[in-house]
T-cell receptor
Framework: DAKTTQPNSMESNEEEPVHLPCNHSTISGTDYIHWYRQLPSQGPEYVIHGLTSNVNNRMASLAIAEDRKSSTLILHRATLRDAAVYYCILRRYGGSQGNLIFGKGTKLSVKP | NAGVTQTPKFRVLKTGQSMTLLCAQDMNHEYMYWYRQDPGMGLRLIHYSVGEGTTAKGEVPDGYNVSRLKKQNFLLGLESAAPSQTSVYFC??????????????????FGPGTRLTVL
């Protein structure tokens, strides 16, 4: 699976939008972009995924660059509960049994 | 639905002792996984299973064994614990995409973790 690069940490103020970047310059045409997050002392949870088009769900939005070499996870209004480590992961369609390869992720701090 | 549950939540072992971690899921998922997470690191895959009676090695399988005798359970065993196995262990499960011609994903659902310390 191709590698992703994320900033180690980011800060945000409560109720402001947050843009979490991810670079994946070696992405292949069949790689899906997945985001998971891990709240303190919990297991990871799925946030969102996409292939080429921007995606929205109840938790977040995913903006994918036209060349797919980067993407941005957007939290529209950060809450204190959004403080977590966010992982950007590439998953190859049809890839081996759905294994996830986690990097170190971005630790998001949210200030009240 | 309880989702994915793990037993125990915490455990302290002495070097050389053995133990089994139990993962259970009630979502009828085909796939199950065991990961470990060391401080400040992302998760690393230990072993996984694509169905009852089948298991396979992940990225860091040494020192661990697994069994999937029932679809809903996935057991992780440490035969002779070592301090290097001190970690938080997460189990996960996901459904199986049967139609491989359709682009799709299989979201993984994670358990709450087991914190293991080996002295």
């Amino acid at each position: 699976d191709a590698k992703t690069t994320q900033p180690n940490s980011m800060e945000s103020n409560e109720e402001e939008p947050v843009h979490l970047p991810c670079n994946h310059s070696t992405i292949s045409g069949t790689d899906y972009i997945h985001w998971y997050r891990q709240l303190p002392s919990q297991g990871p949870e799925y946030v969102i995924h996409g292939l080429t088009s921007n995606v929205n769900n109840r938790m977040a939005s995913l903006a994918i660059a036209e060349d797919r070499k980067s993407s941005t996870l957007i939290l529209h209004r950060a809450t204190l509960r959004d403080a977590a480590v966010y992982y950007c992961i590439l998953r190859r369609y049809g890839g081996s049994q759905g294994n996830l390869i986690f990097g170190k992720g971005t630790k998001l701090s949210v200030k009240p | 639905n309880a989702g994915v549950t793990q037993t125990p939540k915490f455990r302290v072992l002495k070097t050389g002792q053995s133990m089994t971690l139990l993962c259970a899921q009630d979502m009828n998922h085909e796939y199950m996984y065991w990961y470990r997470q060391d401080p400040g690191m992302g998760l690393r895959l230990i072993h996984y299973s694509v169905g009852e009676g089948t298991t396979a090695k992940g990225e860091v399988p040494d020192g661990y064994n697994v069994s999937r005798l029932k679809k809903q359970n996935f057991l992780l065993g440490l035969e002779s614990a070592a301090p290097s196995q001190t970690s938080v262990y997460f189990c996960a499960s996901s459904y199986y995409i049967r139609d491989s011609t359709v682009p799709s994903y299989n979201e993984q659902f994670f358990g709450p973790g087991t914190r293991l310390t080996v002295l």
